[in-house]
T-cell receptor, first 112, second 111 residues
Framework: EPEVTQTPSHQVTQMGQEVILRCVPI?????FYWYRQILGQKVEFLVS????????KSEIFDDQFSVERPDGSNFTLKIRSTKLEDSAMYFC??????????FGPGTRLTVL | EDKVVQSPLSLVVHEGDTVTLNCSYE??????LLWYKQEKKAPTFLFML????IEKKSGRLSSILDKKELFSILNITATQTGDSAVYLC???????????FGQGTTLQVKP
């Protein structure tokens, strides 16, 4: 069964460093999303992406964040200058239509 | 403010019991309601509900949506230890697919 994959599974970085989280969505899907889950808190929407552009973003998704689909398969989330409060599990999701979303296994980001 | 509230927050039952998990919502531009099961990491999809009163079933799990009273329930019958997980309710809004999640219900099924 096709699935969303994410790399790395765990990323440790120093405050102020740039990180890129990578996702490979399910191949025929057209809608892509990033969510995050701070330990012990709700899953929060960050951004949705369709037709090579951002379709919606949350207040969390400020100028420090960017997304890109650099080729036909990858979907990336970049955090330019990480802060301690960016430590969280980051989930990528994809869907064929803006309906059922399938989530990847997540990348645990730890900012020291 | 858009919100999704789940109850109870946690539940401990014994194998064979039946459980009912609740999800209420107040959102603008409702499109659908989704249930996910989260074990170690990724939420795995269970159900998507768009119409009131139509029950969706998958094995021992079933779910229904009430769009008038703005809630959904997830039932699990004859629970097993493998059902132990966090169950997440999420509401999809508008055309972009943004999901608003509840805080989850942690279910522990004891042997």
């Amino acid at each position: 069964e096709p699935e969303v994959t994410q790399t790395p599974s765990h990323q440790v970085t120093q405050m102020g460093q740039e990180v890129i989280l990578r996702c490979v969505p399910i191949s025929n899907h057209l809608y892509f999303y990033w969510y995050r889950q701070i330990l012990g808190q709700k899953v929060e929407f960050l951004v949705s992406f369709y037709n090579n552009e951002i379709s919606e973003k949350s207040e969390i998704f400020d100028d420090q964040f960017s997304v890109e689909r650099p080729d036909g398969s990858n979907f990336t989330l970049k955090i330019r200058s990480t802060k301690l409060e960016d430590s969280a599990m980051y989930f990528c999701a994809s869907s064929e239509s803006p309906d059922t979303q399938y989530f990847g296994p997540g990348t645990r980001l730890t900012v020291l | 403010e858009d919100k999704v509230v789940q109850s109870p927050l946690s539940l401990v039952v014994h194998e064979g019991d039946t459980v009912t998990l609740n999800c209420s919502y107040e959102v603008t531009n409702f499109r659908s309601l989704l249930w996910y099961k989260q074990e170690k990491k990724a939420p795995t999809f269970l159900f998507m509900l768009t119409s009131s009163g139509i029950e969706k079933k998958s094995g021992r799990l079933s779910s229904i949506l009430d769009k008038k009273e703005l809630f959904s329930i997830l039932n699990i019958t004859a629970t097993q230890t493998g059902d132990s997980a966090v169950y997440l309710c999420a509401v999809k809004m508008g055309n972009t697919g943004k999901l608003i999640f509840g805080q989850g219900t942690t279910l522990q099924v004891k042997p």
